[in-house]
């Protein structure tokens, strides 16, 4: 049972506590400089709870935060209001200096499908709030969910406009599918602003160049709203990796030490459970989220465990020379055996595609699942080529999903999706009846900032037999869940390098429970 205090109870615990926590942290080191310059975030919402974050970091862009190497007492809150008059749950959790002073609360003891406000208080000083909110109780009923969906925000490509529209839309949740961060090196090419640090490839870098990010006002904002569940592509690591080999293929042991370090700083600035927390260069992150018996989010991971890239040029391994990313089509492409997401998290989706007694099943993920071709800068004159880094270059293993989905009968599956930097809209066909009715619509919301110039995309996306396909346009997608169905809006900045940009909605779709396709509305 929650624990409500009145305000004269609260007031005095909180001095109290305040005092004790500003010795603790005088004898951390601590200085006045302020503590919560990366904000605040929830994540992972439960019917008793969620995932509450923060990270001390008095010097953001220094490797070590400004932290000195000892731990530091911080009491986190959580209110049923705003005002803080009515706590909820408190206690006190220890930023550790080898996880970067970052703190991960799995609070538990809430009521079900309401509103939370939480903050943090270390050394004196008092987080910004944050507000959250739980998951309906297991079974619900709920009459709407909204989120918001969205990826690929590079710092330098853009300002955060789409982040300030995403909270004016009052989502319950927001879901982000992947490249929180990029990795580059500082690049004034199209940019708007610069990276701050070297491209990262220790842990102390990428710290760095999460902090970058995350001192975005916008984005803290966005953290502030809504709870998130994430997962994670290509750039948080690296540009387009596969299991232990980057681009390059590189020395494997040498990439995976780096990817330890990648997966290290992802854990230490996002709002994710315990069970999420790396182990070296291995994590588990994918997982169920559930929203009463409306809806189940899968939620996956397409890049730690993948197999080999498709129809690659002889002897690139060997001599550690950068993969084809567009391909010709082969043999091997078809292959049966070759894995986009490992075989133990293969089985795992097939058991939760089967057991979901949900009315609606979201698959996150992080890329387009439709069938996709594109031509080759290089060779413009000849046919189109398949995307080695894709669904498109991993086929078998898509239409076993797509498998999955019609033979379980699984109720009302939509895919969302991101990475391409595009809108995207298509109905996914069964791989054995192409022609026949579709298994799941599949929804690709755009990119936050990042840019994918290329003339060709819309009349190659149409020839490919998506619905809609917007490449020039930045932003994100909203979904609207009922029981009787889902509307779908892509929603673009009119200049995602202006702070202050419009928006508007580019597209419209909805889908009917119980009759997959998706209809175009406006």
Same mark, same amino acid.
């Given at each position: 049972?929650?624990?409500?205090?009145? !305000?004269?109870?609260?007031?005095?615990?909180?001095?109290?506590?305040?005092?004790?926590?500003?010795?603790?942290?005088?004898?951390? %080191?601590?200085?006045?400089?302020?503590?919560?310059?990366?904000?605040? $975030?929830?994540?992972?919402?439960?019917?008793?709870?969620?995932? *509450?974050?923060? !990270?001390?970091?008095?010097?953001?862009?220094?490797?070590?935060?400004?932290?000195?190497?000892?731990?530091?007492?911080?009491?986190?809150?959580?209110?049923? @209001?705003?005002?803080?008059?009515?706590?909820?749950?408190?206690?006190?959790?220890?930023?550790?200096?080898? =996880?970067?002073?970052?703190?991960?609360?799995?609070? #538990?003891?809430?009521?079900?499908?309401?509103?939370?406000?939480?903050?943090?208080?270390?050394?004196?000083?008092? /987080?910004?709030?944050?507000?959250?909110?739980?998951?309906?109780?297991?079974?619900?009923?709920?009459?709407?969910?909204?989120?918001?969906?969205? #990826?690929?925000?590079?710092?330098?490509?853009?300002?955060?406009?789409?982040?300030?529209?995403?909270?004016?839309?009052?989502?319950?949740? *927001?879901?982000?599918? %992947?490249?929180?961060?990029?990795?580059?090196?500082?690049?004034?090419?199209?940019?708007?602003?610069?990276?701050?640090?070297?491209?990262?490839?220790?842990?102390?870098?990428?710290?760095?160049?999460?902090?970058?990010?995350?001192?975005?006002?916008?984005?803290? &904002?966005?953290?502030?709203?809504?709870? =998130? $569940?994430?997962?994670?592509?290509?750039?948080?690591?690296?540009?387009?990796? $596969?299991?232990?080999?980057?681009?390059?293929?590189?020395?494997?042991?040498?990439?995976?030490?780096?990817?330890?370090?990648?997966?290290?700083?992802?854990?230490?600035?996002?709002?994710? #459970?315990?069970?999420?927390?790396?182990?070296?260069?291995? +994590?588990?992150?994918?997982?169920?989220?559930?929203?009463?018996?409306?809806?189940?989010?899968?939620?996956?991971?397409?890049?730690?465990?993948?197999?080999?890239?498709?129809?690659?040029?002889?002897?690139? *391994?060997?001599?550690?020379?950068?993969?084809?990313?567009?391909? &010709?089509?082969?043999?091997?492409?078809?292959?049966?055996?070759?894995?986009?997401?490992?075989?133990?998290?293969?089985?795992?989706?097939?058991?939760?595609?089967? @057991?979901?007694?949900?009315?609606?099943?979201?698959?996150?993920?992080?890329?387009?699942?439709?069938?996709?071709?594109?031509?080759?800068?290089?060779?413009?004159? &000849?046919?189109?080529?398949?995307?080695?880094?894709?669904?498109?270059?991993?086929? +078998?293993?898509?239409?076993?999903?797509? !498998?999955?989905?019609?033979?379980?009968?699984?109720?009302?599956?939509?895919?969302?999706?991101?990475?391409?930097?595009?809108?995207?809209?298509?109905?996914?066909?069964?791989?054995?009846?192409?022609?026949?009715?579709?298994?799941?619509?599949?929804?690709?919301? %755009?990119?936050?900032?990042?840019?994918?110039?290329?003339?060709?995309?819309?009349?190659?996306?149409?020839?490919?037999?998506?619905?809609? &396909?917007?490449?020039?346009?930045?932003?994100?997608?909203?979904?609207?869940?009922?029981?009787?169905?889902?509307?779908?809006?892509?929603?673009?900045?009119?200049?995602?390098? !202006?702070?202050?940009?419009? *928006?508007?909605?580019?597209?419209?779709? /909805?889908?009917?429970?119980?009759?997959?396709?998706?209809?175009?509305?406006?």
């Amino acid at each position: 049972m929650p624990l409500f205090l009145n !305000r004269r109870q609260l007031l005095a615990g909180a001095g109290a506590s305040a005092a004790i926590l500003t010795v603790g942290a005088r004898a951390a %080191g601590l200085g006045t400089e302020p503590l919560f310059t990366l904000g605040v $975030a929830s994540g992972e919402p439960l019917p008793n709870g969620m995932v *509450i974050w923060t !990270r001390l970091a008095p010097a953001p862009l220094q490797g070590d935060g400004g932290m000195t190497a000892k731990t530091v007492p911080v009491r986190w809150e959580v209110a049923a @209001d705003e005002h803080f008059t009515r706590l909820a749950a408190s206690g006190t959790a220890q930023a550790l200096p080898a =996880w970067g002073h970052s703190v991960h609360v799995e609070v #538990s003891g809430l009521q079900p499908a309401r509103p939370y406000w939480y903050r943090f208080i270390a050394n004196g000083e008092t /987080s910004p709030t944050g507000r959250t909110r739980t998951a309906p109780a297991p079974g619900a009923a709920v009459e709407r969910l909204r989120l918001c969906f969205g #990826s690929c925000q590079k710092y330098e490509a853009g300002y955060y406009a789409a982040w300030r529209h995403v909270v004016a839309e009052d989502p319950d949740l *927001i879901l982000f599918l %992947g490249d929180y961060i990029y990795e580059g090196a500082p690049n004034p090419k199209e940019g708007v602003r610069l990276h701050k640090n070297p491209e990262p490839k220790d842990l102390a870098g990428y710290r760095v160049r999460y902090a970058t990010y995350k001192m975005d006002p916008l984005l803290q &904002a966005a953290h502030q709203i809504a709870p =998130w $569940a994430v997962t994670w592509d290509d750039h948080e690591v690296a540009n387009d990796y $596969a299991d232990a080999l980057d681009e390059n293929n590189s020395d494997p042991a040498t990439f995976l030490r780096r990817r330890a370090a990648a997966y290290q700083a992802y854990y230490e600035h996002l709002p994710l #459970s315990a069970a999420m927390r790396p182990r070296g260069a291995d +994590a588990r992150i994918y997982r169920t989220l559930d929203w009463g018996r409306l809806a189940q989010f899968q939620i996956i991971d397409d890049r730690q465990y993948r197999g080999a890239r498709a129809c690659q040029p002889p002897g690139l *391994i060997e001599a550690h020379k950068p993969y084809a990313s567009l391909v &010709a089509p082969c043999p091997d492409l078809n292959d049966p055996n070759r894995t986009m997401l490992g075989d133990v998290q293969d089985r795992w989706l097939m058991d939760r595609l089967g @057991d979901s007694k949900a009315q609606w099943n979201i698959l996150a993920q992080q890329t387009l699942m439709h069938e996709q071709t594109r031509l080759d800068p290089a060779t413009p004159d &000849a046919p189109p080529k398949v995307p080695a880094d894709n669904w498109s270059g991993y086929p +078998a293993a898509r239409d076993h999903i797509f !498998r999955r989905w019609a033979e379980a009968k699984t109720s009302n599956p939509l895919a969302l999706g991101g990475d391409i930097h595009a809108f995207a809209a298509a109905d996914l066909p069964h791989p054995d009846r192409p022609d026949g009715p579709p298994v799941a619509s599949e929804f690709v919301g %755009g990119s936050i900032t990042s840019l994918f110039h290329d003339a060709s995309y819309k009349a190659t996306a149409k020839a490919n037999g998506l619905a809609f &396909a917007e490449n020039e346009v930045r932003g994100y997608g909203r979904v609207d869940i009922t029981p009787k169905g889902a509307e779908i809006a892509f929603r673009g900045l009119a200049d995602a390098r !202006r702070e202050d940009s419009a *928006i508007s909605d580019l597209a419209r779709f /909805s889908v009917e429970a119980g009759r997959p396709g998706l209809h175009i509305d406006g």
